[in-house]
């Protein structure tokens, strides 16, 4: 089943000779339970791209469904319960609160649309991410990539029907990266989540179901590499 849809999506940025075309007429689709890493060089418009699909960023043109609805259709009260619920942001620098407690931290989404918290999904999520020790710790107290694991965490809480993650092991060492990936590769595969990863490290493409390459603002090349 087709979880994502986007078609002829295009991002300018700036005006005449500062006209920047960060995306060029870009159209694809993901289905439900995939994991696709979409690659590129610096510039080439990953991000972008990430930040559209999210909700975060409005294109200059084109359209991006998520199960069937038509994303930027929404008013911005619509649009920001639609990213709380229906979307999981994992960034390469953590965005934790640096006053809430790392089961806080994870809760942040349930709280803010005022609904109310599942303990089990949380107990679950806290296992999970081995955490279920460290749930009062602020972040500072927290290594980097504990502090991941957290964002990891709030990203899923919600149980989104897409996950997306923009150089989610930017900021850690080898070891760390690993155990990232793991996790969100379980969540990929325990809780049926469509997980979407910018990154610019080939051994974290090669892991996933299908690469997407852009440059310079299109799609240069999309390959199945396991089905």
């Known amino acids: 089943m087709e979880i994502l ?8 940025y700036g005006s005449g000779n500062n006209m920047v075309r960060a995306l060029d007429d870009v159209s694809f689709s993901i289905e439900s339970g995939e994991f696709v890493a979409i690659i590129g060089p610096s510039g080439s418009g990953k991000s972008t791209m990430l930040h559209i699909l ?3 960023d409005k294109p200059t043109s084109g359209k991006v469904f ?5 994303v930027y ?26 006053v809430l407690d790392v089961e ?15 303990t089990e999904r949380l107990n679950e999520l806290l296992t999970l991410l081995g955490l279920e020790h460290r749930r009062k710790h602020l972040p500072n107290q927290l290594s980097g990539g504990q502090q991941q694991r957290v964002s990891i965490g709030r990203a ?28 969100l590769r379980v969540s990929n595969r325990q809780y049926k989540q469509t997980l979407v990863v910018i990154t610019h490290d080939e051994s974290i493409a090669l892991q996933a179901d299908r690469i997407i390459s852009i440059e310079d603002g299109r799609i ?8």
């Open 220 to 227: 240069a090349k999309d390959e199945v590499i396991r089905s």
């Open 73 to 98: 259709a929404q008013n911005q009260e619509q649009l920001a319960i639609f990213r709380r619920r229906q979307v999981g942001l994992i960034y390469q620098f953590y965005n934790l609160i640096p």
């Open 5 to 12: 849809k986007v078609e002829h999506l295009s991002k300018i």
């Open 104 to 118: 806080e931290n994870i809760l942040l989404p349930v709280l803010l649309d005022g609904r109310r918290v599942n």
């Open 66 to 70: 998520i199960e069937g609805k038509d």
């Open 54 to 56: 999210g909700g975060v």
């Open 156 to 183: 899923l809480i919600n149980a989104p029907a897409l996950v997306l993650a923009d150089e989610p092991t930017g900021n850690l060492d080898s070891k760390n990266s690993q155990e990232i990936l793991q996790l």
